[in-house]
C-alpha cells in the first residue's frame, strides 16, 4: 500500500520537516507538551529526571493545558513564518492524555488552519483514537516501534499499563507490539501518512531492526526513522551499563534498511517535546508563554 502515494499525499510530505530532508531546511515544526502521563516503561527512559539543559524526547521545561497550547501556538505562528507543523509528541505519551490532546488539537485546527498537526505515540491506543485523528485532520502520525518480536520487545519494556491492567514481561511487549502494529495498518488504510521512530539500541534490537523495517513497510508505513539511543540519567539501561551505538553502526544500517527499498529518515535530531524552530533548533525560550498572553 506505501507504494501508491498520491500527489497530494506527495505534497504533505513535502512540507514537513522530519518526512522530507528538503524540507527541513525550510520549514520549522512546533512541539506543544500537553501530554505529561505515559501508559508504558522504556528501560531507556526516566521521567522523574527533568532537566532544562538536557535535550532529548520525554524531556521539558514545563507542561502547558490546552488553553495555554493555543495561545503559544497563536503567538508562535505569527512570528515564526516558517511553520508548517505542529505537534504532540510528550513529554509522555499523547495518547495516554486523549483529553489533553486532542483538545488541544482542535484549538490548533480552529485558529491556526495551516498548520498540519503531527502526533508522535508509542502506539498503545491508537487503534481507540482513529476516528478522532480522521476527523481532526491529522496527516502525520509517528509510531515509535523498537521491536515486533516479544521476546526482543520484553528487554525494552518491563511495563505496559493498559485499561487498568500492568502488564509485565513477554506479556507486557506482546500487548504493546499487536497494538502498534494493527494501529499502523488501520492508518495507513486510511491513507494518514504514518512514520516509525525505532531506537538502536545495541546489543538488544540491532540485529531485529532489518525485521523491523520490513514489517512496517508491508503494513504501509511511509518511512522509517532509526535513531540512536540516548540513555536518560537514572534509567534502567544507565544502570545496565548500556551504551549508544557508534555514528559508523548507525549509518550502516541506515544504510541496510534504505536497501530493501524503504523510505529511510536519516536527519533526526531527537527534539525536545517542547521544542520550537527549524529542525536542530530549539527556539522555546524565544516564545515564552507570557509575552503571549493577550487574545485580541
Ligand atoms: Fe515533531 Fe516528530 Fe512530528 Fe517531526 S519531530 S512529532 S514527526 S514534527 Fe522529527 Fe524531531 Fe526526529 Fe521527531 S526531527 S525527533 S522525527
Redesign the pocket.
Known sequence: PSSCISKEAEEEISR????SEEA?RFYA???IPVAPACNIQCNYCNRKFDCVNESR?GVVSEVLSPEQAERKVKGVAAQLMQLS?????GPGDPLANPEQTFDTFARVKRHVPDVSL???TNGLMLYRHVDEIVELGIR?V?ITINAIDPDIGREIYPWVFDEGVRYEGREAAELLISRQLAGLEMLAKLGILV?V?SIMIPGVNDHHLPAVSKRVKELGATLH?V?PLIIAPGSQYEMDGRKAPRPKELHNLQELLGRDEMKV?R?????RAD?IGL??QDRNQDFPLEAMEADP
Open positions: 514537513h520537516p522530519c518526512y527541513h515544526r512546533m512541539h524526547p507543523v505542529v505537534g504532540v509528541a503531527c502526533l508522535s502525520h509517528t512514520k521512530n526513522n535513531t529518515m536527519h533526526c535530531r531527537q527534539c521544542a529542525l536542530g
